[in-house]
């Protein structure tokens, strides 16, 4: 079986790549952002990446048996069988001749994350695992908890948009002055106010915000949704950080409140973790600030920490 898996069509304005999976062994990875040298690739399609994994596999397009893509049509009100044509005439227009009636699996979002994230375990290990996938949103959740019995993932629990963890950390980025993109900047920012200058009671408030409605329904992640749950959680952290953006340490004041509370958040629930091997994917994971903690508290207790170096929607 010849899987191509795609990223960068519906509902992927950014990280657009491609993977070749040969009788489940991943043969190629690569990101759009690699080809083209513009980071992140925005708004751009993976064609250069879908050409250069079948290049690296020595695999014919016409062979492909199925196309995956992370991301499911109807979830968002829209149909898989015109996405699925898109991306197919896509890549036959650049070249790329993948046979016409080459079936399209859409997979939901946090559940491709999670896959992600188990590509990097052995599978006699996987039944072991607990997974946690944090983001901004997918089709409507910003994440979930699952775990793997054979070939399946089981979902245990599910977060809603509104309680999400990545978009609390964009709306810091913005705040701290940085742009779309750049929560990374916002961490190392973090480490310039010492953890123990910080109000405990604020970033205690901001965490529960995060948990307080993850047991929520589940509503579609429309852009007014995430606008306006960008828009509350600026309003959140400026209330716990307080006014203190017009300097470069009140910038950092920012930045450490909402690092401590993702961080807290984070330790909260893969405390609730009972396995031996607790596999973490999203955009969230690409926080290593967060990710050493935790891998050195879980190391402690005897157990590990699997992070995939893909864990954006790269991967």
Known sequence: MIVLGLNGYLNADHDASAALVVDGVVEAVVEEERLIRRKRAPGMHPVNAAAEVLSVGSVKAE???????PW???LLGESADQERNRIIQDLRDSGIEVNPEVPVEFIQHHESHAWSGLAFVAPERRKECQILVLDGSGEDSSGAVFRCEGMHLVTDSIFSVQSSAGAMYEAATELAGF??????KLMGLSS???????PCSEVE?????????????????????YADSLARWSQLVTAAAGPRRATFIGRAFVAAVAQAALEERIAELVGAFRSRTVVF??????????NGKLAVTLQRQGRELVVPPCANDSG
């Open 63 to 69: 062979d492909v048996d199925v196309i995956a893509y």
């Open 72 to 74: 499911r049509p109807d």
């Open 179 to 184: 742009g779309w993109g750049e929560e990374g």
């Open 192 to 198: 310039y106010v010492e953890r123990g200058t910080l």
């Open 205 to 225: 408030r901001l965490k529960r915000c995060i948990a307080q409605e993850e047991a929520g329904q589940r509503s579609a992640a429309t852009d007014k949704l």
């Open 281 to 290: 994917a999203g955009g969230t994971a690409l926080n290593c600030a967060s």
